[in-house]
């Protein structure tokens, strides 16, 4: 029986079968005013106890005092790291494999184990400096040479993770999760017909790995092969059931092909496991969208914003809805709010600039189409437009700069040679409007319809100079 001196003496602890949080929050009041003391064996007991009990907090706080007791414990300083590291105080797990490591400089464990630390705090090259420490003393460890490669990955550092995994084969041929490495590292070399040979050969020796299925499907889908990435993701899905990121790339493929309704079970498959993930109820708004369920594709992104407000996206394709539904309001305040997201995106001005003209706010949009042409002075597009708003409110002059500036940009534009003809009509350049009205029709023939219809009962150029010297 161990003894807790100057400890409530009426409740035996006695193997420490007995133990709830009640006593515990009582005994540690007591050891932090100064009330108790235990013996080095009695805290190393209940150290244990926490340890096994997956209770890390309890566990530190009298690996602390042990710690007081004896400062110079190799054990204690090791468990202090692995505790902080389970608590992700990685700070303080960093000092105490330091301080273990003064101890004992040739301990490998503690090596590879710093090493995962500072690869939590995104030290990679200290990381791998660590890893070379212990590779100094274990060449052929191979749980510390796969370690040395998700560090490179982290790097993205694929050629040196796929030189480290090679190595680790020739030591180990059947290490299922060095040909998942392999087949991940080829996948983001680009090399995806290697990649699908090293992930069937994880599936050989693991074929319920739900991962490898998973990884193995998204590298069909970027080469194209729907099928085959659906069927690999079905296997994931059937393995686990609950693989939220399997239904979720299912859906997406089945959303790029069009097949809508099944995209949707899918994606309401991922919310049921995963909830509160922003790009999957954004994703289900686009399917309700394209299946023409506006108000349920509002609600989707609006939910998408709940849990994503900075997701401009989603503010995006819900503008999209409300200016369908010819709430242009509602749209104007939703670009505006990408915008706060993602000022240097000119498509976003130029759609602020279209529902601000739809609002009547023209200068409005004059401002919003100048603003995109800070960021992409050369868009045409974007200029023509401008001269289009310049030309209706008698804005001639600026307006016909505009559409010259268009035509530089790209001469074979028909609409701006037409939209330039107007304005040198209502300048009276009668002949120079003509020409331009000219050039316009040969690049597009179509445009004559548009100009038949502006000018119903003129039948020939002629009848129009005529009309227009009237």
């Known amino acids: 029986m161990n003894d807790f001196n100057n400890f409530d003496d009426s409740e035996d602890f006695d193997e420490y079968n007995d133990w709830n949080p009640e006593n515990n929050k009582s005994l540690r009041e007591k050891l ?5 003391k235990l013996d080095i064996e009695t805290l190393e007991n209940i150290i244990k106890f926490f340890l096994e009990d997956g209770d890390f907090e309890n566990a530190l706080f ?12 190799f054990d204690a300083w090791v468990t202090k790291g692995d505790l902080n590291f389970y608590l992700e105080l990685y700070e303080q797990a960093l000092e105490a494999y330091n301080r273990a490591l003064e101890f004992d400089p040739t301990d490998v464990d503690i090596w590879l184990q710093k090493s ?59 290490n299922k999760s060095v040909f998942y490495e392999l087949g991940y590292c080829h996948d983001m070399n680009g090399k995806y017909d290697e990649a699908i040979y090293y992930y069937e050969k994880c599936l050989e020796i ?93 609600n ?38 990408a915008i706060e997201y993602s000022a ?17 706010k023209w200068r409005d949009a004059l401002i919003c189409y100048k603003m995109a042409l800070e960021i992409e002075p050369d868009n045409y597009q974007v200029i023509f437009n401008l001269a289009e708003i310049l030309l209706e409110y008698g804005y001639y002059r600026i307006a016909l700069k505009n559409y010259d500036r268009c035509i530089n940009l790209k001469p074979d534009f028909s609409e701006a040679y037409y939209g330039k003809a107007k304005v040198l009509f209502m300048m ?38 005529r009309l227009l010297e009237e």
């Open 62 to 73: 009298f690996n602390e005092l042990l710690l007081e007791k004896n400062p110079y414990d």
């Open 206 to 298: 693991d074929p319920f790995s739900s991962n490898a299925w998973y990884n193995c499907g998204i590298v069909y889908n970027k080469l194209g092969n729907f099928v085959k990435a659906l069927d690999y993701y079905d296997m994931a899905i059937s393995i686990d059931n609950g693989f939220s990121p399997a239904w979720y790339n299912k859906a997406n493929v089945l959303f790029s092909i069009g097949r809508y309704l099944e995209a949707k079970y899918c994606y309401e498959k991922s919310l049921m496991i995963d909830g509160d993930d922003s790009d999957t109820w954004h994703n289900l708004g686009n399917v309700h969208r394209e299946l023409n369920e506006l108000q349920d594709a509002i």
């Open 32 to 36: 932090k005013e100064g009330n108790g």
């Open 344 to 360: 240097d995106d000119p498509d976003l001005w130029c759609e602020k600039a279209e529902l601000s003209y739809k609002l009547g």
């Open 300 to 337: 989707c992104y609006s939910i998408a914003i709940e849990y994503d407000p900075e997701n401009y996206e989603s503010y995006i394709e819900r503008s999209e809805c409300y200016k369908i539904l010819k709430k242009y309001r509602k749209a104007l305040e939703d670009i505006d709010k």
């Open 116 to 174: 995962i630390v500072l690869e939590n705090l995104n030290r990679y090259n200290e990381a791998l400096a660590c890893l070379d420490i212990a590779l100094e003393q274990e060449a052929d460890n191979t749980a510390i040479m796969l370690s040395q490669a998700y560090v490179y990955e982290k790097l993205s550092k694929y050629d040196d993770a796929i030189k480290v995994l090679t190595n680790i084969l020739k030591l180990e041929s059947g």
């Open 428 to 465: 009276r350049k009668l002949n120079e409007g003509v020409e331009a009205l000219k050039t316009s029709f040969q690049l597009k023939p179509e445009q004559r319809k548009v100009f038949e219809s502006e000018f119903p009962g003129v039948k020939s150029l002629t009848d129009l100079l």
